[in-house]
C-alpha cells in the first residue's frame, strides 16, 4: 500500500520562513506533489518533484529525496493568507490518482 | 479558461437515499478523478476516468459508482446513503496524458441526516 505522514499542526509568524516536511511509502513512485487549500475551498497545485532536488516557485520551494523516501515544502516571507493546509501526495506508476497525506494545518501569526 | 465546476455545492440527504453529484472538467481535459474529503479519513480517492472509461478505482464499497459521458463530464453516484457518506466530494481534472497537476472543482458538501 501506499502511506504519507506529515505534522499535523505547524505554527508561525509572519515573515518568517517555513517546512513541512513529508515522508511516504510507496511502490512505483513516480513523484511528489503539494496542494494548498483554504478552509471552505479547493486543494491547489503549488508544485510537483519528480526528480531529487529543489524546485523553487516563488515564495514556495518544493524538494525531494527520493533515495530517502523523503520531501518538504518550503515557504518563504510568510502572509497571513499562507493560513492554510497543505498536503503532500504521491503520484505512483500506474496510477493516475493522487494518495494523500492526512495535511498540514499553518497558522501565520502576526 | 473555466475551472472545474461541480453540482450541486451542497446537499442535505437521510439515510438510506441515493444521490448524484456532478463534474465538468476544464475544456479539453480528458480526465476526471474523484475524491471524498472528511476529518477523519482525509483526501481519498475514489475513481478516475478517461473517454468515458473507468481507469483507476479506490477503496471504497460498490455503493460508490460514477461514469463519464462523451464530453468528458462526469457523475458519481452514492446508493444507500450512510452517516458516514457525509464528505465533501471532489472532482479534479486533467488531460490524461502524462500531466501531473490535478485542476480541482470547489466540491459538493453533502450531508447525510
Known amino acids: 500500500g501506499q502511506s504519507l505522514e506529515q505534522p499535523s499542526e505547524v505554527t508561525a509568524v509572519e515573515g518568517a520562513i517555513v517546512q513541512i516536511n513529508c515522508t511516504y511509502q510507496?511502490?512505483?513512485?513516480?513523484?511528489l506533489s503539494w496542494y494548498q487549500q483554504h478552509d471552505g475551498g479547493a486543494p491547489t497545485f503549488l508544485s510537483y518533484?519528480?526528480?531529487?532536488g529543489l524546485e523553487e516557485t516563488g515564495r514556495f520551494s518544493s524538494f525531494l529525496s527520493r533515495s530517502d523516501s523523503y520531501g518538504y515544502l518550503l515557504l518563504q516571507e510568510l502572509q497571513m493568507k499562507d493560513s492554510a493546509s497543505y498536503f503532500c501526495a504521491v503520484l505512483s506508476t500506474g496510477r493516475r490518482a493522487l494518495t494523500f497525506g492526512s495535511g498540514t494545518r499553518l497558522q501565520v501569526q502576526p | 479558461k473555466a475551472g472545474v465546476t461541480q453540482t450541486p455545492r451542497y446537499l442535505i440527504k437521510t439515510r438510506g437515499q441515493q444521490v448524484t453529484l456532478s463534474c465538468s472538467p476544464i475544456?479539453?481535459?480528458?480526465?476526471v478523478s474523484w475524491y471524498q474529503q472528511t476529518p477523519g479519513q482525509g483526501l481519498q480517492f475514489l475513481f478516475e476516468y478517461f473517454s468515458e472509461t473507468q481507469r483507476n478505482k479506490g477503496n471504497f464499497p460498490g455503493r460508490f459508482s460514477g461514469r463519464q459521458f462523451s464530453n468528458s463530464r462526469s457523475e458519481m453516484n452514492v446508493s444507500t446513503l450512510e452517516l458516514g457518506d457525509s464528505a465533501l466530494y471532489l472532482c479534479a481534472s486533467t488531460s490524461g496524458t502524462g500531466e501531473k497537476t490535478q485542476y480541482f472543482g470547489p466540491g459538493t458538501r453533502l450531508l447525510v441526516l
Open positions: 510507496t511502490s512505483g513512485f513516480y513523484g
Open positions: 475544456s479539453g481535459h480528458r480526465s
Open positions: 518533484n519528480a526528480l531529487d
